[in-house]
C-alpha cells in the first residue's frame, strides 16, 4: 500500500455519540508501522489528511477489531456531513508534534482498552516518554 490511503466510508454515531468513519484497511500491515501510544491506554495511527477535501489531523484508532477515525463537530461541519453520508478519505501517516497532540486529545473521548497494547511505540513528542 502507498503511504496516502484513499477511501469512501459512511459518517457512523459510536460509543459515547463520538462520530466516525470506518477504515477499510488495517494500517499496522498497511503502512508497516506500529501504533503509538496516545492517552492513557489509547493507541493508534497519527495521520493528516481531507474528508470531502477539508484537510484535518488525527488518528487512526483500533477498538474491537476494527479501525476508525474520528470526525469531530468542526470537521464534520467543514465537510457538510451528518451521520449516514459518506465521506471521501485521503490520509497519510504523519510524525509531527502537531499532528500528535491532535491524536492524544482526540483520544481521549473514545472508550480505552482494559490494558495497554504491549507493542505499541512512544511517540517522541509524548511528554511521558522516559529519556
Known amino acids: 500500500m502507498a503511504d496516502?490511503?484513499?477511501?469512501e466510508a459512511?459518517?457512523?454515531?459510536?460509543?459515547?455519540?463520538?462520530?466516525?468513519?470506518?477504515?477499510?484497511?488495517?494500517?499496522?500491515?498497511?503502512?508497516?508501522?506500529?501504533?503509538?501510544?496516545l492517552h492513557?491506554?489509547?493507541?493508534?495511527?497519527?495521520?493528516?489528511?481531507?474528508a470531502n477535501r477539508i484537510p484535518f489531523d488525527g488518528y487512526i484508532g483500533e477498538r474491537w477489531g476494527r479501525f476508525f477515525i474520528i470526525i469531530d463537530p468542526e470537521l464534520r461541519d467543514a465537510a457538510?456531513?451528518?451521520?449516514?453520508?459518506?465521506?471521501?478519505?485521503s490520509v497519510k501517516p504523519a510524525t509531527s508534534r502537531r499532528v500528535f497532540e491532535r491524536a492524544f486529545a482526540q483520544s481521549k473521548i473514545t472508550t480505552q482498552p482494559q490494558?495497554?497494547?504491549p507493542d505499541v511505540l512512544s511517540s517522541p513528542h509524548d511528554v511521558r516518554r522516559k529519556p
Open 80 to 89: 457538510d456531513v451528518s451521520v449516514g453520508d459518506k465521506l471521501r478519505m
Open 4 to 7: 496516502i490511503a484513499e477511501f
Open 40 to 50: 492513557s491506554r489509547r493507541h493508534g495511527w497519527p495521520i493528516t489528511g481531507t
Open 115 to 117: 490494558k495497554l497494547r
Open 10 to 37: 459512511e459518517l457512523i454515531e459510536g460509543h459515547k455519540g463520538v462520530t466516525v468513519v470506518i477504515v477499510p484497511f488495517d494500517p499496522e500491515e498497511g503502512w508497516s508501522q506500529k501504533p503509538v501510544r
